[in-house]
């Protein structure tokens, strides 16, 4: 617990933290984010830092009600990515965003670009950009077409 509370306290202390994830993913005070694909393995400064400038801890896949975005961590064997893209967009809103976090090149569990590049249109997603987002993590924003966002 001692070394999680120095951790804290570094990024808490700093307002730097939490601007640098509201500049890299665009997360707002009041936003609900929805975290998907949780393991150990997680980056924990990331995750408090989305907490930090949306006001609020993120919510779980049991969480019912409406998200503005989702943080889906994915690594090479969790299964079907198509699929997981899919289950996603359940409780996803209208212009929502999806930041698919997979492990950078060279690191266990990394998913190539490509499989990114063919599972997202499949899933009726499209990719925008990409971000180193920590320290193991890369960052793939993914949306809905704005086709489908006009539609509403």
Not at 14 to 43: C, H, K, M, P, W
Not at 60 to 71: C, K, N
Request: hydrophobic residues 40%.
């Amino acid at each position: 617990m001692g070394h999680t509370r120095n951790w804290r306290l570094e990024l808490g202390a700093s307002a730097e933290g939490a601007a640098a994830i509201n500049t890299r993913l665009g997360f707002t005070s009041g936003q609900v984010v929805q975290e998907l694909g949780y393991d150990d393995d997680v980056d924990f400064d990331l995750r408090d830092a989305i907490g930090d400038v949306t006001g609020s801890e993120l919510v779980d896949e049991d969480f019912e009600e409406t998200v503005d975005a989702v943080l889906l961590w994915w690594r090479e064997d969790d299964g079907d990515l198509v699929d997981a893209l899919v289950d996603s967009l359940a409780s996803l809103a209208d212009g929502g965003v999806v930041w698919l976090m997979t492990p950078k090149q060279g690191r266990p569990g990394h998913v190539e670009p490509s499989d990114i590049g063919e599972a997202a249109p499949t899933a009726g997603l499209s990719q925008t950009s990409s971000i180193s987002a920590a320290p193991a993590w890369s960052g793939t924003r993914l949306v809905a077409p704005k086709a489908a966002r006009g539609k509403r």
